[in-house]
């Protein structure tokens, strides 16, 4: 009998070089000090090379979870061995396909900021998916694209999807940060309040802002966002802020509050809270213990030493 998934997630594989800096300003000071005395080496910055990418990072932290899950990505050979070693052991099916990951430089303080090569990131349309995936892709309860910002097949990606799959078919989308690309995905948005493309949507509270911004909207305060957008999309929207969480189907808000933590790693943590949220969507649990589910999976994220996501057990043990 074909497997079946909890969760399918596509597409971007990136290669994270992580730099680990106490403070950003310092780091760029040193830098810009030694390159106008002619250039040379900067000895003593921690660094760490992991695999990343946000639907890499979902779908380890969804397996993690306990999750079945199938994860659609693309890698060169070089590449490849590292992206396996990522899900050993993991209840996970991987389908490769052979189109270069991106390369992320990311320095991690208390915020990041991550210079990348897209590498073929930007090159996954559904040309890309063969008849077996489709037929996986049908198999599976949910269906995540995320990091469409990226990718400059994203919009024809969900046409795709939403084509292929059928009306009832529940696909989510977290568009990663797109503001770099914010008319083209106003234009995406437009689309999203005429027909039904996606059925739920996650941002992170500054990507929220710019995206009520591109749709002309105001609102006063969070939750009041994720009301009207989710309202004016049709969707269920997911908002993961500073000091709380947030979502809405349109009419009602559900919120959990966000427990301020000294992180010792940033990237991949709003992957780990969508993993959070997917999960307990899944198993049927109220809006506001989701959200608190979430942000106590992003919470544990953000403290770990290794760039592991956590496991149920670790998310459970967090709320006692």
Known sequence: MPRKFDVAVMHDF?????????SLRAAMEVISDKAMAGGGGVHGV???EVCGGNAVNLARALARLGLRTLLITHSDPVHEPLLEQAFEGLPVELRVKPIPPG?????EEKVNVMLGDVG????????ALDASDWDALARSRVVCSV???ANSHGTELLLALRRRLGEDKPIFLD???FRDRYVPFGHL???FESRHVVDWISMNEHEAVA???SMGLEAEGLPELCRITAGRLGVVFDLHGDSASYTSEGTRVASARVRRVMPRRITGAGDVWDAGAIYGRLKGMDEGDRLDFANRAARLNLRNKEPVPPTLDDVLRAGT
């Not at 990136?14 to 106490?22: E, I, Q, T």
């Not at 073929?120 to 040309?127: A, C, N, R, T």
Request: proline share 5%.
């Open 120 to 127: 073929g990131v930007d090159d996954f349309g559904p040309s």
């Open 175 to 177: 568009p990663a940060d």
């Open 147 to 149: 990091n469409w910002a």
């Open 189 to 191: 948005l437009r689309q």
């Open 103 to 107: 390369l992320t430089v990311a320095f």
């Open 211 to 213: 995206a009520v911004r």
């Open 14 to 22: 990136f290669v994270d070089r992580l730099v680990h800096v106490k």
């Open 46 to 48: 921690a660094q760490e």
